[in-house]
């Protein structure tokens, strides 16, 4: 059973920093393209970033230059480096795991991240 559980959101004033972590179980982390995603109150989950199996990364608009994906395939786990946040920023960030040889998707539960003064 494949399960993606995410940690470290939370809130954070302006200009702050934080980094989020999603472990992966029950799956070859490495053979999969891995990603995050978010979801404001009334909006539509939206691409942050996403990283092949080879370690392309690839950013929204929005977040080139302030956010940093990388994924360590020894710990099956991917991480968001989040930083000059803004009060945009603020949603629910899920990850997202895509194995290459297979059109499965599967997400995790979901982390707050507040940007507020």
């Known amino acids: 059973q494949v399960q993606l559980v995410e940690s470290g959101g939370g809130v954070v004033q302006p200009g702050g920093s934080l980094r989020l972590s999603c472990a992966a179980s029950?799956?070859?982390?490495?053979?999969?393209?891995v990603g995050w995603y978010r979801q404001a109150p009334g909006k539509q989950r939206e691409t942050v970033a996403l990283?092949?199996?080879?370690?392309?990364?690839n950013y929204a608009p929005s977040v080139q230059g302030r956010f940093t994906i990388s994924r360590d395939n020894a710990e099956n786990t991917v991480y968001l480096q989040m930083n000059s946040l803004k009060p945009e920023d603020t949603a629910v960030y899920y990850c997202?795991?895509?194995?290459?040889?297979?059109?499965?998707?599967?997400w995790g539960q979901g982390t707050q991240v507040t940007v507020s003064s």
């Open positions: 029950g799956i070859i982390f490495s053979r999969a393209t």
């Open positions: 997202n795991l895509v194995p290459v040889s297979s059109s499965t998707v599967y």
């Open positions: 990283m092949s199996s080879g370690g392309r990364p």
